[in-house]
């Protein structure tokens, strides 16, 4: 198994109709791939972790770092792993109230749900620094 963090900035043209496609197309290609994780929107940045075979996850990745709608896409944690975090998530998107009055979004998914899974330290320090971050 194999997990991969990154966190990228939204592009200025997304629209939350954006968002809604983007999950519900990562729901869709994901779950066929045995890729799980939850893909976490704060109103300027993604923070995303895909789970899966090495290959897979490669593969989607791919797709996603070259995709308009966002920029700057930073590997922030790459690893194999014994354990999937998010069984059962096929990506759960969670949208956060955003800063700066750009978009505002129901939770779908609530923060507390994300961090309750069992994680690494590491992994946990990336969600909860990501979480704090409200775009000062
Ligand atoms: C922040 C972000 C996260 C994304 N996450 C995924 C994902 O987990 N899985 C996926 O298939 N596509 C994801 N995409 C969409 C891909 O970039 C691409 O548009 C999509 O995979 C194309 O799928 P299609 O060929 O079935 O339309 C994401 C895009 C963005 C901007």
Redo the contacts with the bound molecule.
């Keep these: 198994m194999y997990r991969l963090i990154y966190i ?1 900035t ?1 592009s200025d043209a997304l629209t939350a109709a ?1 968002v809604e496609s ?1 999950v519900d ?2 729901i ?3 779950a066929p791939r045995n ?1 799980t ?1 939850v ?1 976490i ?1 704060n109103g300027l940045n ?1 923070l ?1 972790v ?1 789970e899966g075979t090495r290959l897979n996850v490669e593969e ?1 990745f791919n ?2 770092v ?2 308009s ?2 920029l700057s896409v930073t590997t922030v944690l790459a690893e194999s792993a014994e354990l999937r975090i998010f069984a059962g998530w096929s ?1 759960a998107g969670r949208r956060t109230l955003a800063l700066a009055g750009r978009h505002e979004y129901e939770t779908i998914v609530d923060a507390q749900d994300v961090l309750a899974r069992q994680m690494p330290t590491r992994v946990r320090q990336i969600l909860e620094n990501f979480s704090s971050l409200k775009g000062i």
Excluded: T
């Design positions: 990228s939204a954006d983007i197309v990562s869709r290609n994901n890729i994780g893909l929107y993604f995303q895909l989607v797709r996603i070259q995709d709608r966002h990506m």
